[in-house]
């Protein structure tokens, strides 16, 4: 069961907050997932959410020792979109490694930061005949899950890595695509809640609602520029495991927009709030429209991955409806 608390549309109609701290996120970029195949991942998604290839990159001699990877590795990475387009909406990020090569999850592994991606419609009911059409069955939750601070009617389902699918069944906005599957949020574990949220916070996300669904501390995220995805807390004593090196199979690390990546380094210096704090790295990929990203990767306290990447807000039209 649950009883929650709604701490109110934190945003509603927010202009662009020029104020905002230089290290504050303004929109969510992309949700990582690694894949031992990314060309059958990629097939998959397109097939059950709809989405659409928007730019893909073939990276070669890749520095990724910020990631723990070395200095020289080898990637696919395919960027697939929902019907709002790149500007929109945030991507869903597929990542095949070769050099190193993906490595495939494992039972005695600890649980992944990342839980669960989440998409949302307007008629689960029509969701589910396009999944058993497909081949997928998806299993029913019980009394629904919580997103935003509101209880939806919702499912569950395995895409071919083993990653967790949850969709949920939301009133559209207005401006929103006709009968397409929407990227809506990511479930997060975290061992201390209030700690979780307080650094989340010194990044620019708000508090949407918290509860208490079956005797577990919950809460709800989003960014007042970016209110249609959510971050989704559930608090959950860590336990132990072999540690996941940045190209395990699975969901991994989420990336967020901010204006300028280096202020934003400076700016996390001089806070001092989030520790210490590894310069930004340049990831080329000439291969796409964006000209590549610089970046600067920062962990949670529970070892969750976030990218801060530059992108400036002007190039972004975030919608604000539903949150």
């Given at each position: 069961?649950?009883?929650?608390?709604?701490?109110?549309?934190?945003?509603?109609?927010?202009?662009?907050?020029?104020?905002?701290?230089?290290?504050?996120?303004?929109?969510?970029?992309?949700?990582?997932?690694?894949t031992v195949a990314v060309d059958r991942?990629?097939?998959?998604?397109?097939?059950?959410?709809?989405?659409?290839?928007?730019?893909?990159?073939?990276?070669?001699?890749?520095?990724?020792?910020?990631?723990?990877?070395?200095?020289?590795?080898?990637?696919?990475?395919?960027?697939?979109?929902?019907?709002?387009?790149?500007?929109?909406?945030?991507?869903?990020?597929?990542?095949?490694?070769?050099?190193?090569?993906?490595?495939?999850?494992?039972?005695?592994m600890v649980a992944p930061i990342l839980?669960?991606?989440?998409?949302?419609?307007?008629?689960?009911?029509?969701?589910?005949?396009?999944?058993?059409?497909?081949?997928?069955?998806?299993?029913?939750?019980?009394?629904?899950?919580?997103?935003?601070?509101?209880?939806?009617?919702?499912?569950?389902?395995?895409?071919?890595?083993?990653?967790?699918?949850?969709?949920?069944?939301?009133?559209?906005?207005?401006?929103?695509?006709?009968?397409?599957?929407?990227?809506?949020?990511?479930?997060?574990?975290?061992?201390?809640?209030?700690?979780?949220?307080?650094?989340?916070?010194?990044?620019?996300w708000q508090v949407r609602s918290r509860?208490?669904?079956?005797?577990?501390?919950?809460?709800?995220?989003?960014?007042?520029?970016?209110?249609?995805?959510?971050?989704?807390?559930?608090?959950?004593?860590?336990?132990?495991?072999?540690?996941?090196?940045?190209?395990?199979?699975?969901?991994?690390?989420?990336?967020?927009?901010?204006?300028?990546?280096?202020?934003?380094?400076?700016?996390?210096?001089?806070?001092?709030?989030?520790?210490?704090?590894?310069?930004?790295?340049?990831?080329?990929?000439?291969?796409?429209?964006?000209?590549?990203?610089?970046?600067?990767?920062?962990?949670?306290?529970?070892?969750?991955?976030?990218?801060?990447?530059?992108?400036?807000?002007?190039?972004?039209?975030?919608?604000?409806?539903?949150?």
């Open positions: 069961m649950s009883s929650g608390i709604a701490t109110g549309p934190a945003g509603a109609g927010t202009p662009a907050q020029r104020d905002a701290a230089p290290h504050h996120a303004h929109a969510v970029l992309h949700c990582n997932l690694n991942s990629s097939a998959f998604h397109m097939a059950i959410f709809g989405l659409d290839p928007r730019m893909r990159s073939i990276s070669r001699d890749d520095d990724s020792a910020t990631m723990g990877l070395g200095d020289s590795t080898d990637s696919i990475t395919s960027f697939l979109f929902d019907a709002r387009g790149p500007r929109s909406a945030p991507a869903l990020e597929l990542v095949g490694w070769s050099r190193p090569q993906t490595e495939p999850a494992e039972p005695g839980s669960a991606l989440g998409f949302r419609v307007a008629a689960l009911a029509d969701f589910t005949k396009r999944l058993t059409a497909a081949g997928v069955s998806p299993v029913p939750i019980e009394g629904g899950l919580m997103v935003r601070g509101r209880k939806c009617a919702a499912l569950r389902f395995a895409d071919p890595d083993g990653v967790a699918f949850e969709v949920v069944e939301m009133a559209p906005a207005d401006t929103d695509p006709r009968r397409a599957a929407l990227l809506s949020h990511e479930r997060m574990r975290c061992s201390d809640l209030a700690a979780a949220l307080a650094w989340y916070e010194g990044i620019g509860d208490d669904v079956d005797g577990r501390a919950t809460a709800s995220m989003i960014l007042p520029e970016d209110p249609t995805f959510s971050l989704e807390f559930v608090e959950i004593p860590a336990v132990s495991g072999t540690p996941r090196a940045a190209n395990t199979q699975g969901l991994y690390r989420i990336a967020l927009a901010v204006d300028n990546v280096r202020e934003a380094y400076n700016s996390l210096v001089d806070s001092g709030a989030h520790g210490t704090v590894p310069e930004p790295v340049v990831f080329a990929m000439p291969d796409i429209p964006t000209g590549g990203f610089e970046v600067l990767f920062l962990a949670d306290p529970d070892g969750g991955v976030v990218e801060l990447v530059e992108r400036p807000r002007e190039t972004m039209r975030r919608p604000q409806e539903p949150r």
